[in-house]
């Protein structure tokens, strides 16, 4: 899919690319982070908070998931935890996967998230995993 498509497919993603962006940006300034997994961990949690801040119904940041299709409490075992689930219109979900350091987002990591997304809503036609990095044009 090209840039243009997922953006149409799922409208709020320039919105989470620049929280994700302020995210980074506050981290880094406060630098209280003693190496990258941490320093993605305080990404991820401030994340969280910007998001939440919004108060958008249409995005859920740290959306936890149960591998066999519903929706799980934090810290169950078994789970997926979604960066920012965007409800998109037209039955349409965004999981908004953000990634700091080197490791990509894997082909099989994508399609077990897109599973349980699906498992948990089947009325879902269509599901877009993006990777997000901060400081990518969205």
Same mark, same amino acid.
């Given at each position: 899919?090209?840039?243009?498509?997922?953006?149409?497919a799922?409208?709020?993603?320039?919105?989470?690319?620049?929280?994700?962006?302020?995210?980074?940006?506050?981290?880094?300034? *406060?630098?209280?982070?003693?190496?990258?997994?941490? !320093? /993605? #961990?305080?990404?991820?949690?401030? &994340?969280?908070? @910007?998001?939440?801040?919004?108060?958008?119904?249409?995005?859920?940041?740290?959306?936890? *998931?149960?591998k066999?299709?519903?929706?799980?409490? !934090? /810290? #169950?075992?078994?789970?997926?935890? &979604?960066?920012? @689930?965007?409800?998109?219109?037209?039955?349409?979900?965004?999981?908004?996967?953000?990634?700091?350091?080197?490791?990509p987002?894997?082909?099989?990591?994508?399609?077990?998230?897109?599973?349980?997304?699906?498992?948990?809503?089947?009325?879902?036609?269509?599901?877009?995993?993006?990777?997000?990095?901060?400081?990518?044009?969205?």
């Amino acid at each position: 899919m090209t840039r243009d498509v997922v953006n149409e497919a799922c409208p709020l993603r320039p919105v989470v690319q620049d929280r994700t962006d302020l995210a980074a940006d506050t981290i880094k300034m *406060l630098g209280n982070y003693w190496n990258p997994s941490e !320093y /993605g #961990t305080r990404v991820h949690k401030e &994340l969280e908070h @910007l998001i939440e801040r919004l108060n958008d119904d249409r995005l859920v940041p740290e959306y936890s *998931l149960l591998k066999s299709g519903s929706e799980a409490v !934090y /810290g #169950t075992l078994d789970r997926f935890r &979604l960066d920012v @689930l965007e409800r998109a219109p037209v039955f349409t979900a965004c999981i908004h996967e953000v990634k700091t350091g080197n490791s990509p987002l894997t082909a099989a990591r994508s399609s077990e998230l897109a599973f349980a997304v699906y498992k948990t809503f089947p009325g879902t036609k269509c599901i877009v995993v993006i990777e997000m990095r901060p400081y990518e044009q969205p």
